[in-house]
């Protein structure tokens, strides 16, 4: 139970780094630590106690295995989030190119 | 060497680099080739390949990372893995359907065999190693326009 707070605890820290900071590239690293708590909390409800990666071998039998399930999800999840945190950089270099900061309280472009 | 490579990072990181992208990218190729009877696969092997020719990058500067692996390479194998996958899963109509794997399985736990699994993650991993190293080089080769800031 109490690794499944930490998990909550890691994506608090995270939600901080979005909800708090100002720099655009803080909170890029922001969104990247939730998603990895996310799947840190898959792979560890996933984990079975003294169990062994779901995949055979040609030594020993598997009498207790993981879940490979959420695994699978998780590679998955990597996948996006690369992809993810790809086009967000791109965006955030555009964001400095057009306007020389990376504070997102002087990106002023749209004041009334 | 590091006299014509004036670009880039410090002495100590060229060595370092110059000593350890050999055995990055041979790590890579371990993972890639045992995919199908170990934890890895075509997934992992790709990153890690791609992760070789950005740590050259990093430490030498983008023009000796491209000379090795140029865009243009990159997206040739970007689309030769794509096609190779393809080709792959369409071979299985020779035998009946879809992704039949219509090569001999082998014997299990040992290197060739599971037919045309191993297959697959080579083409799985051209396309991720060389489409990771192509998202890199666009975002460094990516200029701001000039004349454009406010």
Redo the contacts between chains.
Sequence with gaps: MMVYLLCLVLFCVGLYCVLMKRNIIKIIVGIIIMEFAVNLFFVLVAYRMEGRAPILSPDAEILNMVDPLPQALVLTSIVIGLATTAVLVAIAMRIYEKYGTFDITKIKELRG | MSKEHEKGMSIIVKTITRLTVGLILLYGIYILSHGHI??GGG?AGGVIIALSFIHLMLAYGKEVALKKLSKGVASFFESIGALLFLSIAFLGFTGGYFFLNFLSKGE??KLFSAGIIPLCNIAISFKVGAG?FA?FV??VL?K??KG???
């Design positions: 170990s934890p997934f299990p736990f990771l998202i666009a975002l990516l701001p326009e454009d800031k406010k």
